[in-house]
């Protein structure tokens, strides 16, 4: 029998159970031994119609468009396809895959917004509530669907039994603009006969205390409340709907407090476990619920997989305390939630706190600032129990717990559960230098832990918000681990959601009340730039045009807006900047305070933003915009040139963050004078011992800016410098992942005393992106990896390296290993791809699908 395609797969979702299209698009990876797709076909089961495209002659299969009449809502499809290469015979089907709509219209909606009565004044009574409804079915069910969403957050079960794997669902979008349901397959949970529906709610994002300055509570409404549709379908063909309206009832449940900066207190005492199973008679403290008002047509379907508990992460030292605390450690700074297994007497009050790091053997809690992170759990005294908070997470590797009972803990009762969106896996390195190979791995916790539904800051201390920048100088790399395109895709709409009537891109999305005084008013360089930056970035690396052509017209209204604020000097030089910031001399008080000059930095990031503009023109067809901001690129690197170049070569600001933006921007048109730019960073850095003496916005450039102009030898310098500043100081302090600060943990083992001191911060990691293009050797050479680089360049003493990233259309992988003085290198092709080696004293080769290995011998014996 011949091979097969894999299943097809849909947008940009693992499965199609309540997808937001009604056509969406399809993607599969081909056969083994596909050179090249020639033609495919594509089969749908609609109901028992059983339909075929027929023969499509296209190379493409990847996000190739709905090829039949558009699904309706709750529509349930089967998809399958077979494929054709050069004078074959057609593949076999590969296995089907399904496919349904959840509600496209805001008429399908029925279900109000539905809470307790005593949160409408939530100042005097937060307490979370439970809601429930009681409803009978007088026929088998063949199929049902829970459609639902909370103002607020939302855990939901049916007859005992939870509903879906995921947490703090809806999640944090623009909840004015856009409020996220979720559709979960319930036929399961369902029998002929009582039934009982239900769920628990928290605070959340939604009317929680967030943000700076001790937060703001009440951000988007007062109300929590649960907005849920279960529709049932019959063995007779017959529906039943179940909705939210004002037949429901609510009650206080065993959570007397939630926040996710709080933390949260459950008593078990007043837990009943069976309270959402069916109950002959409404129980007395159940009482009618209130009801509120959202509009329908602002619910929408994900694009991206929810919030889940990926990992689970037991304790790797437990320390008891002279006062009969415990202090555990997990050898691992991550983000989640302890799961306790606790047997004591009634009342027995369990207090968990939580810190990433220690500060003369106790839990280090003021970079925590506002955000307690405390959970306290009493004891029921009716026998074990397990137990774990449901609407707070925390960032921690440390944990201290005080109360517990008995005189010892024992092994297995407390175990972290590490949460994040449940993102695919994509991309691995690893080199012989485990230092390295360290600095990797805490890149990937660290994304890990801020890819929390939305892209965050820091997961730990009271802010965990949107910022923009950071987001854009560390997508390059967090689009080679993860397949966090669709996540990205939701926040992106969220950025033009936010953006102003001026083009004014938020310093973080979404936006909440307080902050600093420039925030989120005035615009800024590095940070607006995600507009332009961030689409253009997943279009390359996930071939996805129709992202591009989304959100083409949020990076126009921020380049527009920058055109007019610089004026005709096409020099970006008002305003608040920040600049390089978290340059290392910055005192702690100024982050800001760098050696670049900010408006320098500003108007480099006017030019790349405008080059980007052009790019994502050409790439939609727009050929007059590709022109108008072709352009204004060349214009705005004129300017650039003539204001911060002196003729001798050296910038205004002779740092270099100052010749890595030059370089890396392309905003020098000479070779001599990029040659002497090049020459000047390297001496800059050897200067300063290969040690960091850059900020968010020269971090990741630096090794690419260094590279490209001849002097690799000084980028493995840097990469494995061991001294503070340095990627690999903090490796060598024990940091398991990326810092906020250089320092954030000083030389002499205090904290840094600045009032944002992070140790788990992504920004400063997205070196990494580096270390998978020249280190690994991997780079997408056209939209989608459809066409790749393999170009190893090895240096540092590192001996031999493995690197490889599941594209759109299979597995790019790149296995390098130096031995007396020849290069090894085995290479993976995708199917249907092609790619060019180009190994050290060879001349570029193309080569095609499939595995590959070369010999090669260096020139220069020094790498080996």
Not at 759 to 771: P, T
Request: aromatic share 10%.
């Amino acid at each position: 029998m011949s091979l097969q395609p894999a299943p097809v797969t849909f947008e940009h979702l693992t499965h199609g159970l309540g997808i937001g299209v009604a056509a969406p698009r399809l993607s599969w990876q081909l056969p083994a031994g596909t050179a090249v797709q020639e033609a495919y076909e594509v089969e749908f089961d609609r109901g028992g119609r059983l339909l075929r495209t027929g023969r499509i002659d296209s190379p493409d299969h990847v996000l190739v468009s709905w090829p039949g009449d558009p699904l309706a809502s709750r529509e349930r499809a089967t998809v399958r396809v077979r494929t054709w290469s050069t004078g074959c015979e057609p593949s076999a089907w590969s296995e089907p895959r399904a496919v349904e709509p959840g509600l496209l219209d805001a008429g399908d909606w029925s279900a109000v917004p539905v809470g307790a009565a005593w949160s409408e004044n939530p100042d005097t009574d937060r307490r979370p509530a439970r809601v429930r409804k009681d409803f009978t079915l007088e026929r088998p069910v063949t199929r049902a669907r829970l459609y639902v969403t909370a103002h607020g957050l939302y855990e939901a079960e049916i007859n005992g039994a939870r509903v879906g794997e995921d947490a703090l669902s809806p999640g944090w979008t623009v909840y004015h603009e856009r409020l996220r349901y979720y559709t979960y397959d319930v036929t399961a949970h369902l029998t002929q006969g009582a039934n009982t529906v239900g769920a628990w709610l928290g605070d959340g994002w939604y009317r929680g205390r967030f943000g700076f300055d001790g937060g703001t509570r009440n951000i988007y409404g007062t109300d929590q409340s649960l907005i849920a549709q279960l529709e049932i379908t019959h063995d007779d063909g017959t529906t039943t709907v179940i909705a939210t309206d004002a037949t429901w009832h609510a009650a206080p449940g065993p959570i007397l407090t939630s926040g996710l900066y709080e933390g949260e207190t459950f008593d078990a005492r007043l837990d009943d476990p069976a309270w959402s199973t069916p109950t002959p008679g409404r129980p007395a403290d159940w009482a009618p619920v209130a009801v509120h008002r959202r509009d329908p047509a602002t619910l929408v379907a994900p694009q991206g997989p929810a919030v889940r508990r990926t990992q689970e992460v037991e304790p790797v030292g437990v320390t008891r305390k002279e006062d009969g605390r415990y202090l555990l450690d997990f050898g691992q700074n991550l983000v989640g939630r302890l799961r306790l297994t606790v047997d004591g007497a009634e009342g027995t009050t369990i207090t968990l706190r939580h810190a990433e790091v220690l500060e003369q053997g106790e839990l280090a809690t003021r970079p925590l600032r506002e955000a307690h992170a405390v959970d306290v759990y009493v004891l029921a005294g009716d026998g074990p129990r397990t137990w774990q908070p449901r609407f707070t997470l925390h960032g921690f590797r440390y944990a201290e717990i005080t109360g517990w009972p008995g005189d010892d803990l024992p092994e297995g009762a407390v175990t972290a559960l590490v949460h994040h969106t449940d993102m695919r896996r994509t991309g691995w390195f690893a080199c012989s230098d485990p230092l390295v190979n360290r600095l990797h791995e805490n890149v990937v916790w660290s994304m890990r832990g801020n890819f929390v539904d939305i892209p965050t800051d820091c997961p730990a201390r009271d802010e965990r918000l949107g910022w923009t920048g950071d987001l854009q100088v560390f997508a390059p790399t967090a689009s080679y681990l993860y397949d966090c395109v669709g996540m990205l895709d939701s926040w992106l709409t969220d950025v033009a959601a936010e953006q102003l009537p001026d083009g004014t891109v938020p310093w973080y999305v979404p936006v909440i009340p307080g902050g600093p005084s420039w925030t989120p008013i005035h615009p800024g360089a590095a940070w607006g730039d995600v507009a332009a930056f961030t689409p253009w970035l997943l279009y390359r690396r996930f071939g996805d045009l129709d992202l591009l052509r989304r959100h083409f017209a949020t990076g126009r209204k921020w380049v527009d807006l920058v055109e007019r604020l610089a004026g005709p000097t096409r020099l970006w030089d008002t305003g608040v900047q920040l600049g390089d910031w978290l340059d290392p001399i910055a005192p702690p008080d100024d982050p800001g305070d760098g050696r670049t000059d900010r408006y320098l930095v500003a108007t480099a990031y006017f030019a790349r933003s405008a080059r980007h503009l052009a790019w994502s023109a050409e790439a939609l067809g727009d050929t007059d915009a590709a022109r108008h901001y072709g352009a204004l690129a060349d214009a705005v690197a004129v300017a650039f040139r003539d204001a911060y170049v002196l003729p001798s070569g050296r910038m205004t600001s002779d740092s270099p963050t100052a010749y890595c933006l030059a370089l890396a921007f392309d905003l020098l048109d000479a070779p001599d004078l990029r040659r002497r730019a090049g020459d000047r960073l390297a001496t800059l850095v050897l200067e300063n011992d290969a040690r960091i003496a850059t900020g968010f916005v020269g971090t990741p450039l630096i090794c690419d800016a260094l590279t490209d102009t001849g002097h690799l030898d000084v980028a493995y310098r840097l990469l494995t410098q061991t001294e503070c500043p340095s990627w690999l100081y903090t490796v060598t302090q024990g940091a398991t992942t990326i810092w906020e600060r250089w320092d954030s943990l000083r030389p002499d083992g205090t904290l840094n005393p600045g009032g944002m001191t992070s140790f788990n911060h992504y920004a400063l990691g997205a070196v990494a992106d580096w270390l998978h293009r020249v280190v690994g050797g991997i780079t997408a050479t056209e939209a989608g990896y459809r066409t790749l680089s393999y170009r190893p360049r090895p240096g540092g003493g590192i001996t031999w390296a493995d690197t490889s990233h599941e594209t759109p259309y299979g597995l790019a992988a790149l296995s390098w290993r130096l031995a007396d003085g020849v290069m090894t290198a085995r290479i993976t092709v995708p199917q249907g791809c092609s790619g060019t080696v180009e190994l050290p004293g060879r001349p570029p080769l193309a080569i095609g699908p499939g595995d590959h290995t070369f010999d090669t011998a260096l020139l220069d014996r020094s790498a080996a």
